[in-house]
């Protein structure tokens, strides 16, 4: 009995320290993530801003004089030109007006007539002393008074053929009419000269934005560039425009005003755009997105969008030392590019290795297995078939 609990405590020990490995225990591996270098190349910088267009022309049509609406001779929203009759107001009674004024401008005339005739004649006779000085003074006052008398009458059928023609109400402008307020039948410009529609000039159309201080002087410095050339040149002061319903930048415009005055509670200056808008697609009073471009900046340093990160410091990324420590770098982001890509004037020197795909596995101070995204494709073996 003694010999047999000898080899069960011998093998007991043995199972024992098999079980307990006989050395250190190993952790799991580095997580993996994919690395990248910084992108260099030329980029055209741009600064974008919140704006609202204005038509670049707008008329109210009013009825300037008073009387019944008698027709309307347009379609709502269509394009009128100018000098287009849009309404007719009742001309009547400003007919009767015209034609009496210029019957009282020939009586008028007629009476001139008459006056000189008489002013000849005793001008002739007093020649010989046939009539007496106050009889030619006489004569001549009549004649002055005649005179004026037509003057009175021409500007009173001037002002009879004016009101005539306010019957007839046209647009003084081209572009897109709205619609009729008062409708046919109504009395308008009674007291007061009734709106009757608007038309506005919407190609091309004003875009009004606010921009900082530096965007102007950086504008004004880049017109003022002799080292530009015309391309150039012509570039800075670009201006693109999206709505709310564009994923791009569809419209575009220049800069064409820069108000005079820096707003000095916000730092802001007030500019105006002028784009291009013969399809009509914009309307006045939108909110748009505005993008200004600015110069070249050679050589610049750019990222992949995903492997920005944010927190209270602010923007950065993850980069991966020599040892494959991950090190967190604090970064200034510029204008971000149409391929996904975000210029980067501070924080990266476009040596580092930064993480693109797996920044929630990495963290600062802990090793990391870097691949690149070459590297991981070559390491995706084709799934085994089952059954082989």
């Known amino acids: 009995m003694k010999q047999l609990s000898g080899l069960a405590i011998a093998a007991l020990a043995t199972v024992v320290v098999s079980a307990c490995g006989g050395g250190a225990s190993q952790g799991p591996p580095p997580p993996q993530v994919t690395v990248a270098t910084p992108e260099r190349r030329d980029v055209q910088t741009y ?26 001779r347009f379609t709502p929203s269509s394009l009128v030109n100018a000098g287009d009759v849009l309404f007719i107001i009742e001309p009547e009674p400003y007919q009767a007006a015209f034609d009496e004024a210029q019957a009282a401008l020939a009586s008028a005339e007629s009476e001139l007539v008459r006056a000189e005739s008489d002013l000849e004649r005793i001008q002739l006779a007093i020649q010989s002393n046939a009539v007496s000085q106050q009889d030619l003074d006489r004569a001549q006052a009549t004649r002055d008074q005649a005179e004026a008398a037509v003057l009175g009458a021409r500007a009173r059928l001037d002002n009879a053929r ?34 009757l529609t608007t038309v506005t000039r919407i190609d091309p159309i004003y875009v009004y934005f606010n921009g900082p201080e530096q965007l102007v002087l950086n504008f004004l ?13 012509s570039q800075v002061g670009r201006v693109f425009v ?14 064409d005003f820069i108000d005079n005055t820096v707003d000095p509670a916000t730092g802001t200056i007030e500019l105006r755009a002028v784009v291009e808008n013969s399809e009509g697609r914009l309307f006045p009073g939108l909110f748009v997105r505005v993008r200004v471009l600015g110069r070249i900046q050679p050589n610049a340093i750019l990222v992949a969008e995903p492997a920005i990160g944010t927190d209270l410091g602010g923007k950065y990324v993850l980069v991966v030392g020599d040892d494959n420590v991950v090190k967190q770098r604090y970064v200034t982001l510029g204008p971000r590019q149409d391929d996904g890509t975000y210029v980067v004037p501070s924080g990266l020197d476009g040596s580092e290795r930064y993480i693109v795909n797996g920044m929630l596995r990495a963290r600062p101070g802990l090793p990391v297995t870097p691949m690149t995204e070459a590297e991981v494709a070559t390491t995706i073996e084709p799934a085994s078939v089952e059954g082989n």
């Open 242 to 255: 999206a709505t709310a319903a564009d994923t791009d930048y569809p419209y575009e415009g220049e800069i």
């Open 47 to 72: 600064g974008e801003f919140t704006g609202t267009t204005r038509a670049i022309e707008r008329s109210e049509i009013r009825a300037r004089v008073a009387g019944t609406l008698e027709e309307m």
């Open 162 to 195: 004016i009101n005539l023609g306010y019957t007839r109400v046209a647009t003084p402008i081209s572009g897109q009419v709205s619609r009729n307020y008062p409708d046919i039948g109504n009395l308008v410009g009674a007291g007061e000269p009734t709106l």
């Open 221 to 233: 410095a880049a017109r003022r560039d002799t080292t530009l050339t015309q391309e150039e040149l």
